[in-house]
């Protein structure tokens, strides 16, 4: 047996693809195979509130399938601060596991982030 959660030099790799909808359909930007602990930025912090699509299906990785497909979840998360030069961060943090912080392009290299960061398990 095959164990697809694990990488072909035996790290463990996150169980989801996560994304935003992008003209109706899945923008995979965390995958599989993204490293951990490293922030990536996700989308602008305009809003306090966004959401996270989500799944456990490859195919979904070819940023063509709809938001509607039901292997596709959805997650509104919030922020408590919206700013325009700002974008959302998310990082993986564990196989079920991912944070998410507001900062500035130069604060995210820093550490100097205008929100708290918060942990979301799926």
Not at 47 to 72: L, W
Not at 84 to 109: K, Q
């Amino acid at each position: 047996m095959i164990d697809r959660n694990i990488s072909k030099d035996d790290n463990i790799c996150f169980k989801y693809y996560l994304g935003n909808n992008r003209k109706n359909q899945l923008k995979v930007l965390l995958h599989r195979n993204t490293e951990f602990d490293k922030w990536v930025r996700f989308l602008d912090a305009s809003e306090d509130i966004f959401e996270v699509f989500y799944s456990a299906q490859s195919s979904v990785s070819t940023n063509k399938s709809s938001i509607h497909d039901s292997s596709i979840k959805k997650m509104r998360l919030k922020t408590d601060i919206a700013d325009e030069d700002a974008f959302i961060y998310l990082r993986i943090i564990s196989p079920t596991s991912f944070e998410y912080v507001v900062a500035g392009e130069e604060g995210i290299l820093t550490d100097h982030y205008l929100s708290i960061i918060k942990t979301v398990t799926i």
